[in-house]
């Protein structure tokens, strides 16, 4: 047994005492002087090929002490930690060796913090509204624009001037104080008029021109511009519209459907549509109970929560942020430089949201105490199966790369949840 005294110094926070054997310590020395003892010379002996007791003779007894603790620190702390059956939330710390030598071991005190006593308020039928899932025909036309957008052909105008919508197609020059700027120049460029892509007026400026016209463009570049030079500055861009485009859209028709969709008939494409909107409704209405439950269990947390479990979160949600980020080519010191922010100022904006996960849980973790939620091996199995598939993995590869303490504890809250939401009066949105 490691532990050797468990003592509450202050709310959340204890001290172990944690003993090591002189047998367990001096093995660990033994294997401490094999692994160092090529890196000594010693008079009369060549490199490696000294006795440990000559080591110590020359260098002191506890030449391979510090050597030996780190090697069987953390499994020695690991094991009284568990003996001491406290619930620790964080790394122990301010660890000091009080005692260590062949004769007597190690004796090491530390101190660790602890999950909270916590009390839940009512979370058996909270008043919770959902939020509407009916499919209006502005959704249902909204969604069905999108795909004329992409199936959206374009034709050549004759015989009247650009108006917006149209796509004009344009050489074009500017000028600052009469000098042409780098980049200001094109030729057959595309230019979708009342898209806004272009700065200031420029758009609106060649509405009204015909086909074969050249033109002056008379704009101001914004203050915030990209390009110190041109920050502010008045522009003459010189044009000349070398086509005009107008979109054409296609007939809501059966052809129509086989062309964007898996489906024969127009009314067909339409069902599936509506089903979609509905499903994706459903889940956003499911996923905004959640969270008025998550925020009424954190009002009603009474808790004297750890300020190192906040800590933890914002910086769990850092980690997160940062994969994202190299999801999308970047990282976290790049985004910073672009934001203007420093790794503070980025964890202050994470600070809120830490503080309403940390409640959540713990008040999730004491109504699945309360209530005796479970979670069965067959769950974890198929959560296992499932991340597997994900991710195109063995499921024993998947075994390997999470801890089964991480998925129980994850389905136990996806559980919990269920439960409460269960137990909860809902209110339809009309």
Known sequence: MSLKSVKNLETNVYELTV???????????????????????????????????????????????????????????????????????????????????????VTITLKVTVKPEVEVGEYKGIELTKKSTVVTDEEINREIDQYKERAATYEEVEGRPAADGDMAVIDFEGFVDGVAFEGGKAENHNLTLGSHSFIDTFEEQIVGHNVGDEFDVNVTFPEEYHAEELKGKPAVFKVKLNELKQKVYPELDDEFAMDVSEFDTFDAFKADLVKKIEDRKEKAAEADLENQIAEKLAEGLKAEIPEVMFEMKVDEFVRDMDMRLQGQGLNLEMYMQYTGMDIDALKTTFRVQAETAVKVKLALDKIAEVENIVVSQEAIDAEYATIADAYKVDVEVAKKAIDE??????????????????????????
């Open 19 to 105: 003993e090591i054997s002189a047998e367990k310590f001096n093995d660990a020395v033994n294997k401490a002087y094999l692994k160092e003892k090529g890196k000594i010379a010693i008079p009369g002996f060549r490199k490696g090929k000294a006795p440990k007791s000559f080591i110590e003779k020359v260098y002191g007894e506890g030449v391979f002490f510090e050597t030996a603790l780190d090697s069987i620190y953390p499994e020695e702390v690991e094991s009284a930690i568990a003996e001491s059956k406290l619930d620790v939330v964080a790394a122990p710390y301010d660890a000091e060796v009080q005692n260590m030598s062949k004769e007597e071991g």
């Open 405 to 430: 303490k991480v998925i129980v504890d994850d389905l136990k809250g996806r559980a919990t949840m269920d439960f409460v939401k269960a137990e909860a009066k809902i209110t339809e949105e009309k």
